[in-house]
């Protein structure tokens, strides 16, 4: 009987994992704000390199 219940809560243990769905919000936050950046850094670096691609074609 003390054989059964070990397997049942082996069993509860492996398939209650709490902390896996909180890592999986926690990557999904960082890859966000990852992406956050990178469109932001994108959006102003390509302001200013069409400034500086005009400036070149106009001195051409």
Known sequence: ????AYFITTLRDRFED???????????LIV???AIFIITAVALVGTALDG?????SDAL
């Open 52 to 56: 500086l691609f005009t400036s070149v």
């Open 18 to 28: 709490k902390e896996r769905g909180a890592t999986a919000v926690e990557y999904g």
């Open 32 to 34: 966000a704000l990852i």
């Open 1 to 4: 009987m003390a054989a059964l």
